[in-house]
């Protein structure tokens, strides 16, 4: 495995969260890119403007050198109509972090020793670990779609290949249901799962997602029609399996945040960290309301234990 410099272009790097790419969807505002580590360099190259009615040829290429010699001259997938962002990882991996629309998120992976691309997929604001080793991220569905979608959170493992992480009898060429189920615990990441899906067990995604600085753990804030809950999840670092999932309920707390003359909707949580030391994690939320006046504070720190290790 070789020494790492971490050098992501229009990607932030935030302690307590991860690597997070939060890009405004302008397409026609793209800019090329240059990204450099020690013996590795990638450059986008926009090879034509956006458009509405693309053909089904590529908008951007990427030229990946070693030192001075040209690795390969990638087409990315024509679906991709903005690049966020690529970063290098430590598994001889290169990211690419793009829009496929305002909305869906599409990850290409670039395997260096390879010379091509591995992986390619659709998600929802995906988070990289701080050692570059994970993806955390919400499951694909349609924007139009009947009925409502539920949240599905999936982890994807850079340390594997594509099949790995794929559930078994999922294709490798298969672009929405990539990713291992992490929660909600019945999650499978079968075809439409988080589509048929009864309304009382609806899941949403209220936060974003934050990472320890260890990559051991992560946690996002999680809304059902009966609940608001903060779900803690723990990976073993040995086989990047789930060690376990914890939820801490937070419908009471936000409630203490909120004043008496507000609705339970007045108040959203807008940010998320996740913190360690000596004594164990803890996780931050900020907290926010179109009516300022309806916040008692803005912020709420919660001691998080280990979760219980799964059966």
């Not at 999936?154 to 990713?179: C, K, W």
């Not at 939820?247 to 940010?271: F, G, M, N, W, Y």
Request: net charge negative; glycine share 4%; charged share 20%.
């Amino acid at each position: 495995m070789r020494p790492l410099l971490l050098f992501a272009l229009l990607a932030t790097s935030t302690p307590g969260v991860g690597l997070i790419v939060d890009q405004a969807f302008h397409p026609d505002q793209q800019q090329s890119m240059v990204v450099k580590e020690p013996h590795y360099s990638a450059e986008l190259r926009i090879l034509k403007p956006a458009c509405d009615n693309c053909s089904n040829e590529g908008r951007f290429r990427l030229d990946v050198s070693r030192d001075t010699a040209l690795l390969g001259a990638f087409i990315l997938p024509p679906e991709l109509a903005q690049i966020d962002a690529l970063q290098f990882t430590r598994f001889d991996k290169l990211l690419v972090f793009a829009h496929a629309s305002s909305a869906v998120r599409g990850v290409v992976v670039i395997d260096l020793s390879a010379r091509r691309q591995t992986d390619y997929f659709w998600c929802y604001d995906p988070v990289l670990s701080p050692d570059t080793r994970f993806i955390v991220y919400e499951k694909f569905y349609p924007a139009h779609t009947v009925g409502s979608p539920s949240a599905e959170y999936l982890l994807y493992d850079l340390s594997n290949g594509p099949e790995r992480n794929r559930p078994h009898g999922i294709s490798v060429a298969d672009i929405e249901n990539v990713g291992m189920p992490v929660f909600p615990l019945s999650a499978t990441n079968s075809p439409a799962d988080n589509l048929m899906v009864e309304p009382a067990s609806t899941h949403w995604k209220a936060s974003g997602f934050a990472w320890s600085m260890d990559s051991n753990m992560f946690t996002v804030v999680d809304k059902t029609p009966e609940n608001t809950s903060l779900v803690v999840v723990s990976i073993n670092p040995a086989d990047g399996l789930v060690r376990g999932v914890q939820t801490i309920p937070l419908e009471k707390l936000l409630t203490q945040q909120r004043r008496p003359d507000c609705a339970p909707s007045d108040v959203h949580v807008s940010e998320i960290f996740m913190s360690s030391s000596d004594a164990g994690h803890s996780v931050r939320l900020g907290l926010s309301s179109p009516q300022a006046a309806c916040l008692a504070s803005n912020k709420l720190t919660l001691d998080v234990p280990l979760p219980p290790e799964n059966p």
